[in-house]
């Protein structure tokens, strides 16, 4: 039986080119309320596109853009923590003095042991003790 010309085509022939967000959302399994979500918290890769029409962005999502976003849902899943968590943990990485507040208070918890000193901040600190043993 032929098949018809209104049928879906087969996953593997899905047009390549960008797609709007309802589409994305169904390729990812998710709602599009969520991936605006996302996005608002930063989790969604940054759009190269142009604002269209009388200056809206109708954002469109690209093969990677969509591989990107399956990543952070699959951690989500994965560790079972929101998205809002995600949006965190990203921040703490990009951020040193969040890192350090942070870690700073996961050692208060007891629940991270104290960096341990580096060679060259033990250097440092002989140098400097030197350096005001020998002021008058």
């Not at 085509?9 to 996302?38: C, E, K, N, Q």
């Amino acid at each position: 039986m032929a098949a018809l010309d209104d049928d879906p085509p087969p996953s593997d022939l899905r047009p390549r080119g960008p797609v709007p967000i309802s589409a994305a959302a169904d390729r990812v399994g998710t709602t599009a309320r969520m991936l605006r979500y996302r996005e608002g918290l930063g989790l969604l890769p940054r759009t190269q596109e142009q604002p269209t029409g009388r200056g809206h962005r109708h954002r469109r999502f690209t093969e990677e853009d969509l591989r990107t976003i399956a990543v952070g849902l699959e951690l989500e899943r994965e560790f079972d923590i929101p998205p809002a968590a995600l949006a965190f943990a990203l921040r703490v990485l990009a951020e040193p003095e969040v890192l350090a507040r942070v870690r700073s208070h996961g050692e208060r918890l007891g629940r991270l042991a104290a960096a341990p000193a580096r060679a060259l901040d033990f250097e440092k600190q002989k140098a400097m003790r030197l350096l005001h043993g020998r002021r008058p």
